[in-house]
């Protein structure tokens, strides 16, 4: 897993440390990610990794109810202070080990699962498949390229998700810097 450091690290040195906000490379992704959501509506949505949470405010106005955690307090006081809607509920956490009770119709996997380890990513996708309901969305989102504090290339991520029996593929959308995908969890 990358070391926390490094992620400690960056978010002293800056708010918004990938220029979330500013960029509109990232802009359109998240418009992207939202256009590409098979439904208007959810139920309930888990987005770790959520960061200060830009795709989080544009996820809460399709969803009842959106759960964000992040592992560090500077970006979840960030996203606190600017998410007044009061069907988000953001908490501090660090996947795979603190997974949210209760089950969601859709999981919100944003450049994040290639900062896990292998046996980590194995434990998040082992969650993500009990807690989505049959029928419920999983949306993945990553960079292809390799940098040093990735653990593995967004392309291996999306692999590994592939390989899961009950999630069947429903969406992909490939651009030579990142992939999406949505994938439906199978009926049980
Ligand atoms: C590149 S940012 C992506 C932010 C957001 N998901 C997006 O797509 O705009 C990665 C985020 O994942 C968080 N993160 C790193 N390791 C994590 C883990 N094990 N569990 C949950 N979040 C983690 C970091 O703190 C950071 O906010």
Redesign the pocket.
Known sequence: ??DARY?EDL?AQSDDP?H?AQRPY?RRK?ELTMASLPHQHYRRAF?????IG??TEMLSKRCDEVVA????AA?LADAASRLAPRNINVAQ???PDDWPDGTFDLILL???LY??SAD?RGFALDAVESSLDAGGHLMA?HWRHPFDEAECTGDDVHAEIAARESLEPVVRHEETDFLLEVFRRAQA
């Open positions: 897993m990358t992620f978010y990938w979330l990232e998240y987005e770790p990794g959520c960061s830009l795709l955690t992040d592992p560090f970006p956490g660090r996947i944003s450049e994040l900062y896990l980590d989102v």
